[in-house]
């Protein structure tokens, strides 16, 4: 019978086992910290919480029917003419018609097809025969009527509103009315006026609906008056300006 070596009951101290720092929680073990939990206000997503301002409102569009109806009818002569001499004609004729057709198109383009007023809730939008003015409604000062109706801004430039004519006729045919709707009015003891049943001039009506929504608008944009020239206009006739001079002259 044998006897157990005390020796070998006992655990071998070198002998690989479980140590008291594998058995407690690393401090630098990775984990959730308060820094991490909170948003932080750099990162991509923080900006989302940041209140949007409210989208414009779809365009109002202010055209001259009068000025279109012009446009589609002189574009339509002027090709018969211009085709029509370049087809029969003899010599520099055709070459004549072409510089004049160059010439006479973006001109009869900007002055009838072109102009338009485009007004939302933000800005206004003039659309000129040779430029383009964009306005915050905060860089507006004025819209004021007289022989032609313009548009004023902060530092007290004035452009031209083409899209909207002033009508001095229908002016004074309106001012008879509303005399003659006044008048009916008093013999009949009424003291209100019925200014609705007078038909206004049509750049009038249209002058103030901008003026109503410049004074009812509370849009944040700011910024200064932009004024780009239309080069796709201005390039084209000066080109057939100068090819019909040089061929008159040569």
Same mark, same amino acid.
């Given at each position: 019978?044998?006897?157990?070596? $005390? &020796? =070998?009951?006992?655990? !071998? %101290? *070198?002998? @690989? /086992?479980?140590?008291? #720092?594998?058995? +407690?929680?690393?401090?630098?073990?990775?984990?959730?910290? $308060? &820094? =991490?939990?909170?948003? !932080? %206000? *750099?990162? @991509? /997503?923080?900006?989302? #919480?940041?209140? +949007?301002?409210?989208?414009?409102?779809?365009?109002?569009?202010?055209?001259?029917?009068?000025?279109?109806? *012009?446009?589609?009818?002189?574009?339509?002569?002027?090709?018969?003419?211009?085709?029509?001499?370049?087809?029969?004609?003899?010599?520099?004729?055709?070459?004549?018609?072409?510089?004049?057709?160059?010439?006479?198109?973006?001109?009869?383009?900007?002055?009838?097809?072109?102009?338009?007023?485009?007004?939302?809730?933000?800005?206004?939008?003039?659309?000129?025969?040779?430029?383009?003015?964009?306005?915050?409604?905060?860089?507006?000062?004025?819209?004021?009527?007289?022989?032609?109706?313009?548009?004023?801004?902060?530092?007290?430039?004035?452009?031209?509103?083409?899209?909207?004519?002033?009508?001095?006729?229908?002016?004074?045919?309106?001012?008879?009315?509303?005399?003659?709707?006044?008048?009916?009015?008093?013999?009949?003891?009424?003291?209100?006026?019925?200014?609705?049943?007078?038909?206004?001039?049509?750049?009038?009506?249209?002058?103030?609906?901008?003026?109503?929504?410049?004074?009812?608008?509370?849009?944040?944009?700011?910024?200064?008056?932009?004024?780009?020239?239309?080069?796709?206009?201005?390039?084209?006739?000066?080109?057939?300006?100068?090819?019909?001079?040089?061929?008159?002259?040569?």
């Amino acid at each position: 019978m044998t006897t157990p070596d $005390p &020796a =070998a009951s006992e655990p !071998d %101290p *070198a002998a @690989p /086992g479980p140590s008291p #720092a594998a058995s +407690e929680p690393s401090p630098a073990a990775p984990g959730p910290s $308060p &820094a =991490a939990s909170e948003a !932080d %206000p *750099a990162a @991509p /997503g923080a900006d989302q #919480a940041a209140p +949007e301002p409210p989208p414009a409102d779809p365009d109002r569009v202010y055209r001259s029917p009068a000025g279109i109806a *012009a446009g589609v009818f002189l574009v339509i002569l002027s090709g018969w003419l211009g085709a029509d001499a370049i087809v029969l004609g003899e010599g520099r004729t055709p070459w004549i018609a072409i510089a004049a057709l160059l010439c006479v198109f973006p001109l009869v383009t900007a002055f009838t097809l072109r102009p338009a007023v485009y007004a939302n809730t933000r800005r206004l939008r003039v659309r000129n025969p040779f430029r383009t003015i964009v306005l915050p409604w905060r860089a507006v000062a004025a819209l004021r009527s007289g022989y032609s109706n313009e548009v004023v801004d902060a530092e007290g430039k004035a452009f031209q509103l083409w899209a909207l004519p002033v009508s001095l006729r229908g002016r004074k045919r309106a001012a008879r009315a509303e005399a003659r709707a006044m008048s009916r009015e008093a013999r009949a003891g009424h003291t209100a006026t019925s200014v609705h049943e007078v038909r206004q001039p049509q750049g009038d009506v249209a002058l103030g609906e901008l003026r109503e929504l410049a004074g009812d608008t509370d849009s944040p944009e700011k910024g200064l008056t932009e004024a780009r020239w239309c080069w796709s206009i201005i390039a084209p006739a000066a080109a057939g300006a100068l090819l019909l001079i040089i061929l008159l002259l040569v």
